[in-house]
């Protein structure tokens, strides 16, 4: 089975704190998400990278940063952490193989509070 | 933009009874239909998905239909289970990108 873990299921931060969100898959897939969660809102995409180094845009990015330096590691980067970016946060990663729709596994989420 | 809705948003159904849950998209490119269960304090999980060659697809209690010209897909649960409670994600992609467009989720209520 695949296994996407976050570091943290639980964080508090404080406003301004640069806030770093570790995420690990160990089925080597290309691709890597990060995504937010929020009532009624459903899951919005902040980044998402094809391939190490790469990173694109998602629906959300204001305010966030990624990293991939190793395939199978995926970090979301809060620059300058605001209470508006209290919310829980899930990464998913997919395989590239077989075309860009392919199922993306989840990792079980961080819940962020930024006080 | 594209855009996925769903509905209900909330449905309660007796325990044993078929559930139904709507989707409808905006971008006829869509090709690929996913459906995410998400229990509490977990991360949504694939339950089955449906690429737009076929009509439907089943798997066990679970099954999902796809309508390309009135462009909707259903996920249908038969002989409903208590384990079944949770909320429940479609979403709809297309070849050009990567990215899953979401619908806002349900959340099914399972009584006993």
């Known amino acids: 089975d695949v296994k996407v873990t976050q570091s943290s299921r639980y964080l508090v931060k404080r406003t301004g704190e640069k806030v770093f969100l570790e995420c690990v898959q160990d089925?080597?897939?290309?691709?890597m998400f990060w995504y937010r969660q929020d009532p009624g809102l459903g899951l919005r995409l902040i980044y998402f990278s094809y391939d190490v180094k790469m990173k694109e845009k998602g629906d959300i990015p204001e305010g966030y940063s990624v990293s991939r330096e190793k395939k199978e590691r995926f970090s979301l980067i809060l620059e300058s952490a605001s209470t508006n970016q209290t919310s829980m946060y899930l990464c998913?990663?997919?395989?590239?193989?077989?075309?860009?729709?392919?199922?993306?596994?989840f990792g079980d989420g961080t819940r962020l509070s930024i006080l | 933009g594209e855009n996925v809705e769903q509905h209900p948003s909330t449905l309660s159904v007796q325990e044993g009874d078929s559930a139904v849950i709507k989707c409808t998209y905006s971008d006829s490119a869509s090709n690929y239909f996913p459906w995410y269960k998400q229990e509490l304090g977990k991360g949504p999980q694939l339950i089955i998905d449906?690429?737009?060659n076929v009509g439907e697809k089943k798997d066990q209690r679970i099954a999902v239909t796809l309508n390309k010209t009135a462009k909707h897909f259903s996920l249908h649960i038969t002989e409903t289970q208590p384990e079944d409670s949770a909320v429940y994600f479609c979403a709809a992609s297309s070849d050009s990108n990567y990215q899953l467009i979401w619908g806002a989720g349900t959340k099914l209520i399972i009584k006993p």
């Open positions: 089925m080597d897939h290309e691709n």
């Open positions: 998913a990663s997919s395989s590239g193989t077989g075309g860009r729709n392919q199922p993306q596994h």
């Open positions: 449906i690429r737009s």
